[in-house]
């Protein structure tokens, strides 16, 4: 999960309603990037900008904390709907910015949860209440409470999940082609050897906290359990490597320690919810249940598809990490999984130990795809262009390209996941 650059400065001023926080202001790391250049400038070629002065305006009218939860709601999932939609296709485009870009979505949620932090409200709002609006915000800008896989036995159901853009300290200016390709897939219907599949995708943000407290498992257990509604696949999707497409087969329960979206880091084992069913005791490892002999044969598109079996262990009894380019040995400790020690990892590894612990016999696991770059010429973040031919052209092949594997992964078949240990 990782790209190269900087901050691009341009010459369009900021977005009047992203002016740079009071030294009071309870701004995050994420909300003072707004007060950047290039943020106002997504969203004012994207149509965006007008979410937030228009959240503004809404909560304006509440008048009691449940009226403000409505308004939170209802704009939240509007906000989601409304960059599916432009992403596919649906309704006007709003600006210059191509329709494929996942970063009007992210830009326009943090000037929504900014303007909760620092609205004051003509009646008391307590601290709880203020973060479970701004909760709220993050969970129905995310499609996360709007996930509808049809019941019955007519269509397979698959679920799978994007990332925010990240690094954005380096360059403002990045995507995440696992947000594009959420947005482009989120509620279409795709054609699989086996018959049609409905795809439903959320979005997750490149924060520590957020996975410590749970929200990953939170959005997939009610499609994880028993029932009419529960998945036939899912894949956890992240950008990954230059060039290429990565199937995951071992993830780690080890944190890395890197930088997050909210200039935190953790280095620790992943640790996992209470209330959450899992497996006992932890384990070091979990594997993927894609089909990923179809999937690095199949012919779906311009970039290789590799079944990665490397990890990073500390062998049992030893106390230095070794490369295992074959996957772990037998009662070793995790240091980085396929996908290494980040989130992309941890998504996987929170994923599949649901399904372990569930016993759920579906194919599921963690696709890695290319990083997504801009085009030689515009590649200094200084002065570069929010966006280019080439850059637009490389995030629309990743994402057709994603389309196809899902299709192959709901069509083919995979073994069942190991029973793990006790479960509750």
Known sequence: MSLSAALLVCAAAPYPALAAPSAASSATAEERRLAGPVPGEILRESGFADVITGFGRDLATARTPAQAERVVVRDGRRLWQRAVDRVQGRGPAGGALSRDDDRPLYWARLGMTRTLREWKPAFPLSVKQRTDLIAAVERTSRGQDSIDLPPG??????LITGFDPFQLDDDARRSNPSGAAALALDGTTVRT?????????????????????????????????????RVDLFTTISQGRPGRFDVERTNGAWRGGHPDNADVSRTETVPVPPGIPTVHPQPQWTSTT????????????????????????????????VVRPNGPTPGSTARQGGGGDYLSNEIAYRATLLRDALRLRV??????????EFAESNADPVTGRVSDPVFVRNRMAIVGQVRALVAVAAGGT???PGAGSRTH
């Open 290 to 321: 894609l089909p990923y002999a179809a999937l690095t044969t199949a012919r779906t598109g311009p970039y290789p598809v590799h079944d990665n079996t490397a990890v990073t262990e500390i062998p049992a009894g030893g106390t230095a990490p």
């Open 363 to 372: 194919p599921g696991g963690h696709l890695h795809t290319p990083v997504l």
């Open 193 to 229: 050897p086996g018959g049609l599949a409905r795809v439903e995708a959320v979005v997750f943000p490149v924060r520590w906290a957020d996975f410590a407290d749970g929200t990953v498992e939170r959005t997939l257990l009610p499609y994880f359990r028993p029932g009419p509604r």
């Open 414 to 416: 995979a073994a069942a």
């Open 153 to 158: 036995r007519g269509m397979k159901r698959v």
